[in-house]
Antibody, heavy 122, light 108 residues
C-alpha cells in the first residue's frame, strides 16, 4: 500500500518561500509509470493542481504558478519537494502531495497524502 | 485552458436515492483524461473513477461514470450514508490538470 506524507512549516511569512516535502512509503518515486504531484486547496474552496515531477527530474507546472514554483525529487530518500516563492495570503491552503498515474494514456491521481495546512501570515 | 463546470452546485437527496452529477468542459476532453474524486470534510480526495468510466480499486459498483467530448456524468445508483460528500471532476489538457468546482451531495 503506497502512502504519502507531507511535512513542513505550517506558517510562512508573506514574501517568503513555502517549502514542503512529501515522503513516499510502500512504493518508489523511481517507478516508471508514475509522476509525483502537488495539489492545493484553499480553505473552503476547490482543488488547484500545482505541478508534477518524474523521477528523472522532468517537471511540468501550472502556468498560473510557474514563475514561483520549483518541484524537486530525491530518489535516495524516496521524497519529492515543493518550493513556492514570494507567497501571499492567497497561497494559504491545504497542500496535498499525490501520485499521478501515467499509463496507457490514462492520467489521474490515485494516492494522496493527508494534506498539510500552510498559512501565510506575518 | 479547459474549464470544467459542475452542476448542480449542491444536490440534496435522501439515502437510497439516485444521484446524477454533471461535469461539462469548455472544450472537448479525451475520456482517458477524465476522472472523478470524492472528498469528505478534513480528508484528502479519493479517486472514484478514471478514464471517464473505470472504477478505481475498491470503489463500490453503485458508482459509475459515463460521457464523452464535453459532457460527463457521475452516477451513484443508491446513496449510502457514507456517500454524502463533495465530488470533483478532473481533466488533463494542454499539458496541465484542472478540476471542476465540485458538487456537494448533502442529506435532504
Amino acid at each position: 500500500q503506497v502512502q504519502l506524507q507531507e511535512s513542513g512549516p505550517g506558517l510562512v511569512k508573506p514574501s517568503e518561500t513555502l517549502s514542503l516535502t512529501c515522503t513516499v512509503s510502500g512504493g518508489s518515486v523511481s517507478s516508471g509509470s508514475y509522476y509525483w504531484s502537488w495539489i492545493r486547496q484553499p480553505p473552503g474552496k476547490g482543488l488547484e493542481w500545482i505541478g508534477y515531477i518524474y523521477y528523472s527530474g522532468s517537471t511540468n507546472y501550472n502556468p498560473s504558478l510557474k514563475s514561483r514554483v520549483t518541484i524537486s525529487v530525491d530518489t535516495s530518500k524516496n521524497q519529492f519537494s515543493l518550493k513556492l516563492s514570494s507567497v501571499t495570503a492567497a497561497d494559504t491552503a491545504v497542500y496535498y502531495c499525490a501520485r499521478k498515474v501515467d499509463w496507457n494514456y490514462l492520467y489521474y491521481f490515485d494516492y494522496w497524502g493527508q494534506g498539510t495546512l500552510v498559512t501565510v501570515s506575518s | 485552458e479547459i474549464v470544467l463546470t459542475q452542476s448542480p452546485g449542491t444536490l440534496s437527496l435522501s439515502p437510497g436515492e439516485r444521484a446524477t452529477l454533471s461535469c461539462r468542459a469548455s472544450q472537448s476532453v479525451s475520456s482517458s483524461y477524465l476522472a472523478w474524486y470524492q472528498q469528505k470534510p478534513g480528508q484528502a480526495p479519493r479517486l472514484l473513477i478514471y478514464g471517464a468510466s473505470s472504477r478505481a480499486t475498491g470503489i463500490p459498483d453503485r458508482f459509475s461514470g459515463s460521457g464523452s467530448g464535453t459532457d460527463f456524468t457521475l452516477t451513484i445508483s443508491r446513496l449510502e450514508p457514507e456517500d454524502f460528500a463533495v465530488y470533483y471532476c478532473q481533466q488533463y489538457g494542454s499539458s496541465f490538470f484542472t478540476f471542476g468546482p465540485g458538487t456537494k451531495v448533502d442529506i435532504k
